[in-house]
């Protein structure tokens, strides 16, 4: 499913807010609990911040607002167990990482249907993705060492897994024509090597906001409910889940 940056920009304004409006909207229901597999590097503050502010947001939303990760302490900053406004986080056991998240999601499906986001090692990432999920969400820099990381990392987990869907969301931009044009100038990288279209999963904005949310164990859209960072985040949650929504492949 290709989706530009461009096709999603009418949630933003040019501040990097959201467009005005009330609180979110409840969205109806899943027919299942989706998946969407998240690399990170053992201590990346910045991106477990990022999906533990997201899972919040979509509990904002009615989805269960539920995070997977390794067992251990790999995701730094985050407390297992009962969170903000019902958030879970969930460690998995085993070796095979990617059929423990979908065995997990299956077994919650029928009470909290939605969207899971697993944090899964950057080693091995394509590994544990491959047999069991089909989507991956790709958090990215706007600049150059960024989008290249980016690039080879959707090139790879397509390379494994041909129909998966990978999805973007740029992160850190100065401007909206900064995230735009980062995210095109990757999506035609990608396109050239590989027909599967990216989609878009906006922006997030204000990265020290993520690592401040870490430190205060308080989530952004609960902190600062009317900053530009917590009305990113409340879209890119509405777009993970306006998506979640489809059929599985």
Do not use: K
Not at 26 to 31: F, N, P, S, W
Not at 75 to 96: F, H, K
Not at 100 to 106: F, I, L, T, V, Y
Not at 134 to 159: F, H, I, K, Q, Y
């Amino acid at each position: 499913m290709a989706r530009a940056l461009g096709d999603v920009l009418h949630h933003f304004d040019p501040r990097l807010g959201v467009a005005p409006g009330g609180p979110p909207e409840m969205l109806a229901a899943t027919r299942s609990l989706a998946v969407a597999a998240v690399p990170l590097a053992p201590g990346d503050l910045l991106r477990a911040g990022a999906v533990w502010n997201l899972a919040v947001e979509m509990a904002r939303l009615g989805a269960p607002g539920l995070v997977l990760a390794p067992a251990g302490d790999f995701v730094a900053g985050l407390d297992d167990g009962p969170g903000p406004l019902g958030t879970r986080l969930e460690r998995l056991a085993g070796e095979d990482l990617g059929r423990a998240a979908r065995e997990r999601a299956a077994a919650c499906a029928a009470a909290t249907p939605g969207l899971a986001l697993a944090c899964l090692p950057e080693a091995g990432f394509e590994r544990n993705f491959a047999s069991h999920l089909e989507w991956a969400l790709l958090l990215s820099a706007p600049d150059a060492p960024g989008l290249a990381e980016a690039e080879r990392r959707a090139l790879r987990v397509l390379a494994v897994r041909p129909d998966a869907r990978v999805g973007i969301t740029i992160h850190g931009a100065r401007s909206l024509g900064e995230a735009r044009d980062a995210f095109e100038r990757l999506a035609r990288a990608v396109e050239h090597q590989h027909p599967c279209g990216l989609a878009s999963y906006g922006l997030l904005v204000d990265d020290l906001a993520l690592y401040r949310a870490i430190v205060e164990r308080r989530p952004v859209g609960l902190a600062r409910p009317q900053s530009p960072a917590a009305r990113a985040l409340a879209d890119v949650a509405r777009l993970l889940l306006a998506d979640a929504r489809e059929e599985p492949r």
